[in-house]
């Protein structure tokens, strides 16, 4: 293999182009089979394999800085780059992140997992370098999907008048997760078939000097046109157009699909049953269609992540223009929904837990102080097994602390259901839903709960001496729990369902004083501003004892959640042993 004379990046540059493009089928045969293996980014690795070898062939890292936007194409990188046992043994397959880490390499400058970022990191290592009066070559890989970011816009706004070297690789595969949304793919259109020479060249009219590689999957080109842009002593932007999924057909085919996958899809399998079994999506989608054909003023509002809700082509297709995919631009999708709420109409925005941050300032000012009532979905939140850069553990802080928002933890279906017609039929104020990250639970009974009536926690079971309040994802470890301590410390404690995470109810917190000398409380997220702390601030000058269980204020990367119960005690018999140690 030639695979096996590359160590590091150096090793490149004694290869012909045939022997390259030899190392890239070797590349693409080992990604396949490793992300077919553990799960992955599969489409957006395979797609950049060539111009990977070719930024390596002509630039001199780690001294010229190659910066990878969301860094979910970063796996050529790591391979040419001293990690590639990471893809060539099966035993080292989960050594390495899926993104990149400085920790693994000093061929990675940045830990990204998050879009639209490279050009303004990339940006401030230029100015430093100029600053400190060095030379090298910054270089920002960015893809076309990444571009509808609004951090991509700032970052290229200001990098164009930087007025010295920076080259930004704009990765064109005419796909972001999903199909491209918004006015700019037209003109990226345009100059793909023009092959760059259309008169409107949207990286033009910012200041940038533009080359462009209709081939860029192609080593040969690439290598011609990094060539010409290395060392520049100006902002150029090589523009490559290059192909999805490339290597594997059914990639190529079915993009979308294949942007990330899970372990095994590759696989044969003998023929199974098509029945869909019932999930917190289905519920979602099949409520959605109900209310958008009974109400033309719904519309559904995502940016660019489709598939995590179950949002299929033919569910997007049958709501037609009741639904927009906004790019990845989460800090718009809020304050265009708050427009939407203000105008008379019904949005429904869906995001991921991970990605609340992007867009806190305008949850806070767009949103909330303007008391928009839209209905918000937030999917995936909880502790989890992932990477650093998409964990779902901060959004109960992020969001519960903002003014006029209501934050709501369903436990089940029936309550889920229930908290989405309130929160889609009122006009008062912005709701958001927490959607469970647990297998679907249902009680088979409706639920009648009168959501309105704002921080009114459900009592589900009266008891003694000590209280357990577990929250939405969490509520079935209190269940747990209550017989845990029965059976190890004989007391019968009294079981809560919070349902809110805005605020406490008073009432119920004071009337468990009389008959409780110890409060429990279960969140699936970071303590640190979050569920918890309310409640123990409500007790502060009280003699109650109040446990807070959750997550710790930190970022963690690839830990089990085995571990991660272990860690903060988030198992029963831990969570006893401390009562009991306690008493």
């Known amino acids: 293999m030639i695979l096996d004379k590359i160590n590091t990046p150096n090793d490149l540059k004694d290869l012909t182009i045939d022997e390259m493009n030899t ?19 599969m489409g957006p690795n395979l797609g950049i394999i060539e111009a990977t070898i070719a930024m390596h062939y002509v630039f001199n890292s780690p001294v010229d800085k190659i910066v990878f936007d969301v860094s979910h194409q970063c796996y050529p990188h790591k391979i040419l780059t001293g990690r590639k046992e990471g893809f060539t043994n099966p035993q080292e397959y989960l050594k390495y992140t899926g993104y990149t880490a400085p920790e693994e390499s000093l061929h990675d400058i940045f ?40 951090e991509a816009f700032e970052g290229l706004d200001n990098a164009a008048e930087l007025g010295s070297n920076m080259i930004v690789v704009v990765n064109d595969n005419d796909m972001s997760i999903a199909e491209n ?4 793919y037209k003109n990226l259109k345009a100059l793909r078939e023009s092959k ?12 940038f000097d533009y080359l462009y590689v209709d081939d860029g999957n192609n080593i040969e080109k690439l290598i011609e046109a990094f060539k010409k842009v290395k060392d520049i002593d100006h902002p150029i932007v090589v523009h490559i157009r290059t192909l999805k999924g490339c290597g594997l057909t059914v990639a190529e085919q079915n993009k979308e699909a294949f942007h990330w996958i899970m372990p095994g899809t590759l696989d044969e399998k003998p023929e199974q049953s ?82 609340v941050q992007r867009t806190y300032d305008q949850l806070s000012q767009d949103l909330c102080l303007n008391n928009s009532p839209i209905t918000m979905l937030v999917y995936w939140g909880g502790l989890s097994n992932g990477d650093a850069t998409h964990l779902g553990s901060f959004d109960i802080p992020l969001i519960s602390n903002i003014p006029n928002i209501v934050y709501l933890a369903p436990t089940n279906k029936e309550e889920y259901l229930a908290m989405l017609e309130y929160s889609y039929s009122q006009n008062d104020r912005p709701i958001a839903i927490r959607v469970p990250n647990i297998p679907l639970v249902s009680s088979g009974i409706k639920d009648n709960t009168d959501y309105s009536i704002l921080n009114k926690f459900k ?16 509520f079935n470890l209190a269940k747990e729990l209550k017989k845990e301590i029965k059976s190890k410390l004989n007391i019968d404690a009294t079981l809560i369902n919070p349902i809110f995470m805005t605020g406490v109810d008073c009432d119920l917190l ?20 979050g569920f918890g702390e309310k409640i123990a601030r409500f007790y502060g000058n009280s003699d109650m004892k109040v446990f807070n269980y959750g997550g710790i204020k930190e970022f963690t990367d690839r830990i089990s959640l085995d571990e991660l119960y272990d860690r903060y005690h988030l198992k029963k018999e831990l969570i006893v042993e401390d009562v009991k140690t306690y008493l």
Do not use: W
Not at 115 to 135: C, N, Q, W
Not at 196 to 207: D, W
Not at 287 to 308: H, M, R
């Open 181 to 184: 949304h918004g006015g700019l």
């Open 459 to 474: 009592l589900i079971e009266k008891g003694e001496k000590i209280a357990i309040l577990g929250l939405g994802n969490f």
């Open 196 to 207: 760059g020479v259309c008169e409107c060249n949207f990286f033009k009219s910012l200041g």
């Open 274 to 355: 098509c029945e869909q079994l019932e999930d917190y999506n289905s519920v979602t989608n099949e409520f959605i269609i109900k209310k958008a054909q009974e109400d033309s003023s719904l519309i559904v509002v995502n940016p660019a992540t489709p598939g995590v809700h179950g949002f299929t082509p033919e569910f997007r297709q049958r709501l037609g223009c009741q639904y927009t995919d906004v790019g990845i631009a989460e800090e718009h999708a809020v304050a265009y929904c708050s427009a939407l709420a203000k105008a008379g109409a019904k949005p429904i925005f869906t995001i991921v837990s991970s990605f």
């Open 111 to 150: 830990k990204v997992g998050h879009t639209s970022t490279s050009v303004s990191l990339a940006t401030g290592l230029a100015k430093a370098r100029d600053l400190k009066k060095e030379k090298s070559n910054v270089i920002a890989l960015i893809g076309d999907g990444s571009l509808s970011g609004g």
């Open 510 to 529: 004071e009337d468990l004083k009389s008959e409780h000398n110890i409060v429990i409380t279960l969140e699936d997220g970071i303590l640190d501003g």
């Open 23 to 41: 190392l890239a089928d070797e590349m693409r045969e080992l990604i396949i089979k490793k992300v077919n293996t553990t799960g992955g980014h």
